[in-house]
């Protein structure tokens, strides 16, 4: 059995399990049914995105399982021909074109990466942001340092 087939049931199963548990979870007498029927919501997604995801795995497979078998009945044919040339450039483009491959979703993974640890320094930026504006509210308030009017509270940050 695929992983694609295996997939289907798993999420009939996943639905008709968590369906009830989340959408219809009365105990607390609807109040939270908004916040489960979305939790219901996001796992069907996930679950989706799981499935389709599968299937560009098989999809992907598939097709460089096609994609070898070509190439190696063409090296076959070369070698049955006496192409002993002929038959190396056809294995070293197919690997160059794999590596090729490779190499294009590892960039498209390191783009993003890379958009990922913009938005975290994005993050950090803001915290920071918020840090200084707490230390400016905090020593305002007469909670200073000692020699500001404070009461006299060490600062391990040298402030």
Known sequence: MNLKKAMIPAAIMFALVSTPALAHDMSDHGKNHGKNHTKM???LKKSHDGQESAHNFNKDAHDLNKMAHDVMMSVQTALNSGDLEGAKVLVNDFMATQHAGVIGKHTAQMGEHTDQMGKHAGHVGDH???????K??????GHGHSGQGGHGHS???GM
């Open 136 to 141: 400016k509210e905090t020593h305002g308030h």
């Open 41 to 43: 919501h996001d796992g």
């Open 128 to 134: 920071k942001d918020q840090m200084d504006e707490h």
């Open 155 to 157: 600062n391990p940050h």
